[in-house]
């Protein structure tokens, strides 16, 4: 379902990393149904300096924020610098949610992470399981700092009556994904290797870890039809899944993409790289009942859109993603 013109004409929203991969196809959509968009890039609006969220909520008064910056990275990143995952993301939030409360922004949407669950979650994930046990290690202090985020918004709809949603997307991918080695997850990550190895006729090409272990993907256009439609219609206090609602090994994954990219070398598995969590999928039950998502794009179609934009983008790597703390 698309989003009402009546409620998003003229209606002004404050996005944070609305120039990101998420954020600008979440930018786009708002703009088509008729919003006021203001998107800041980080030299215009650094999340990190409070006075600096002040001045832009003064000058650009929004009705509703919604909250998609953040400093991401796949398993090597998140191994790299696991305290500046910590400190940016927990800051950006906790500050910009206090901003939102002290302007009397109407609406606050807030975008956690899947890695925020248990590392031992029982499959699929529900959102009642979210702090029964500590997240898996490679990536629990990212996702502990966006889960803090929840308790502020729960705490400051207890005591000052904010309206704040709080979002768990699953590991999205789709075109304007990072393709960086250095900062990349795993579908654009595989992507680029294997088309790589096949313009290079390479034998083989390694993947990380075992390939036992399990993820969901959301392709990124259906989140970002998922992040309106919740900004539209849910003002309940509880979190709320955003994926696809099924998963698939790391090893199939990479088989398809192989497929897909017409490689047809030998795919070599590093055991002595870590898995991540053992399994991720969620439950997108509420999603679906409480405003009206479920995603509508197939793994495989996703997968071909995806690599169709990265073969094109590949000759300008300036298109090749960026950060979302924009």
Same mark, same amino acid.
């Given at each position: 379902?698309?989003?009402?013109?009546?409620?998003?004409?003229g209606?002004?929203?404050f996005?944070?990393?609305?120039?990101?991969?998420?954020?600008?196809?979440v930018?786009?959509?708002l703009?088509?149904?008729?919003?006021?968009?203001?998107?800041?890039?980080?030299?215009?609006?650094?999340?990190?300096?409070?006075?600096?969220?002040?001045?832009?909520?003064?000058?650009?008064?929004?009705?509703?924020?919604?909250?998609?910056?953040?400093?991401v990275?796949?398993?090597?990143?998140?191994?790299?610098?696991?305290?500046?995952?910590?400190?940016?993301?927990?800051?950006?939030?906790?500050?910009?949610?206090?901003?939102?409360?002290?302007?009397?922004?109407?609406?606050?949407?807030?975008?956690?992470?899947?890695?925020?669950?248990?590392?031992?979650?029982?499959?699929?994930?529900?959102?009642?399981?979210?702090?029964?046990?500590?997240?898996?290690e490679?990536?629990?202090?990212?996702?502990?700092?966006?889960?803090a985020?929840?308790?502020?918004?729960?705490?400051?709809?207890?005591?000052?009556?904010?309206?704040?949603?709080?979002?768990?997307?699953?590991?999205?991918?789709?075109?304007?994904?990072?393709?960086d080695?250095?900062?990349?997850?795993?579908?654009?990550?595989?992507?680029?290797?294997?088309?790589?190895?096949?313009?290079?006729?390479?034998?083989?090409?390694?993947?990380?870890?075992?390939?036992? +272990?399990?993820?969901?993907? /959301?392709?990124?256009?259906? @989140? !970002?039809?998922?992040? *309106? #439609?919740?900004?539209?219609?849910?003002?309940?206090?509880a979190?709320?899944?955003?994926?696809?609602?099924?998963?698939?090994?790391? +090893?199939?994954?990479?088989? /398809?993409?192989?497929s897909? @990219? !017409?490689?047809?070398? *030998? #795919?070599?598995?590093?055991?002595?790289?870590?898995?991540?969590?053992?399994?991720?999928?969620?439950?997108?039950?509420?999603?679906?009942?409480?405003?009206?998502?479920?995603a509508?794009?197939?793994?495989?179609?996703?997968?071909?859109?995806?690599?169709?934009?990265?073969?094109?983008?590949?000759?300008?790597?300036?298109?090749?993603?960026?950060?979302?703390?924009?």
């Open positions: 379902m698309a989003p009402t013109s009546t409620f998003w004409s209606r002004r929203v996005v944070t990393g609305g120039s990101g991969f998420l954020g600008s196809h930018v786009e959509r703009r088509d149904a008729g919003a006021w968009v203001t998107a800041l890039r980080r030299a215009e609006c650094d999340l990190l300096d409070p006075a600096a969220i002040d001045h832009a909520l003064h000058v650009h008064n929004p009705d509703m924020i919604v909250h998609l910056a953040a400093t990275g796949g398993i090597g990143a998140n191994q790299r610098e696991p305290g500046r995952f910590f400190y940016e993301n927990i800051l950006m939030g906790v500050q910009l949610i206090e901003a939102a409360r002290r302007h009397r922004v109407n609406k606050t949407v807030v975008l956690g992470t899947v890695c925020g669950y248990p590392k031992h979650t029982p499959v699929p994930f529900h959102e009642s399981e979210l702090w029964n046990g500590y997240p898996e490679t990536n629990a202090p990212y996702g502990v700092a966006k889960k985020l929840l308790v502020q918004l729960d705490a400051y709809r207890q005591q000052y009556g904010m309206n704040g949603v709080f979002l768990i997307p699953v590991n999205l991918y789709g075109p304007r994904d990072t393709f080695p250095l900062r990349s997850h795993v579908i654009p990550a595989l992507i680029r290797k294997f088309v790589e190895a096949r313009n290079a006729d390479a034998s083989s090409v390694e993947v990380w870890g075992t390939g036992r +272990a399990s993820r969901e993907f /959301l392709y990124v256009e259906d @989140c !970002a039809r998922a992040v *309106v #439609l919740a900004a539209e219609r849910y003002n309940g206090d979190p709320v899944n955003i994926g696809a609602g099924a998963e698939i090994t790391v +090893a199939d994954l990479a088989t /398809l993409i192989a897909l @990219c !017409a490689y047809s070398g *030998v #795919l070599k598995f590093d055991a002595s790289r870590p898995d991540g969590q053992p399994r991720r999928s969620l439950d997108v039950s509420r999603a679906e009942e409480g405003f009206g998502f479920r509508t794009t197939s793994l495989r179609e996703g997968l071909r859109r995806t690599i169709e934009w990265y073969e094109q983008a590949s000759a300008q790597p300036a298109q090749l993603g960026s950060s979302t703390n924009a």
